[in-house]
């Protein structure tokens, strides 16, 4: 005879429910797609640093990023000529591939990084004509500058974040 023990778990096995971010799978062409390597005095980027930054720079999801994912990036970056320098001296250490393993994870470069992150490329014919703001960006245009069009919202929704209005609303909705 089994004994009782705890309820079963009715939730699913996986990701624990979070939905996957959809990102166009078109090349990114926006803010800091533009940057170039740094360049130091002394030191010329190793052929295998220029392709991987010229593929990262260019990658779908990186309409997500904000400026200081860029500079994480350009850290990776130096972090991978050192890994480069190190493998070609004779002198390799597994903690620097180790290092970059990680933060190539946390950037998302791989298949398999992205769906760790929940981001998934999506058909770009299929993408909405409008892409939403990041979050937290909501009252701004792309550019960091005030929405012209803030009325109106897609669908007929009216604008909830209009304050003069904020009485009125309150008032409608208590009602119905």
């Not at 398999?112 to 992150?117: P, S, T, Y």
Request: one cysteine or more; glycine letters at 10%.
């Amino acid at each position: 005879m089994a004994r009782p023990g705890p309820a079963p778990n009715n939730r699913r096995s996986g990701h624990g429910g979070a939905e996957f971010t959809e990102v166009p799978d078109s090349p990114y062409a926006g803010p800091g797609s533009e940057l170039d390597l740094p360049m130091v005095p002394g030191m010329n980027w190793f052929p295998q640093v220029t392709a991987w930054w010229e593929q990262l720079r260019i990658m779908p999801h990186c309409v997500l990023w904000a400026p200081t994912d860029w500079l994480f990036a350009i850290e990776t970056a130096y972090l991978k000529q050192d890994f480069w320098t190190s493998y070609f001296s004779g002198e390799l250490h597994a903690t620097k591939a180790t290092e970059i393993r990680r933060r190539e994870d946390q950037m998302g470069v791989t298949r398999e990084a992205r769906r760790k992150l929940l981001i998934r490329y999506t058909d770009p014919k299929l993408a909405p004509a409008t892409t939403e703001p990041p979050p937290g960006d909501e009252l701004t245009g792309a550019a960091g500058t005030p929405d012209p069009d803030p009325g109106g919202a897609p669908g007929g929704a009216e604008n909830v974040t209009d304050l003069a209005d904020a009485p009125s609303r309150r008032r409608r909705l208590a009602a119905g």
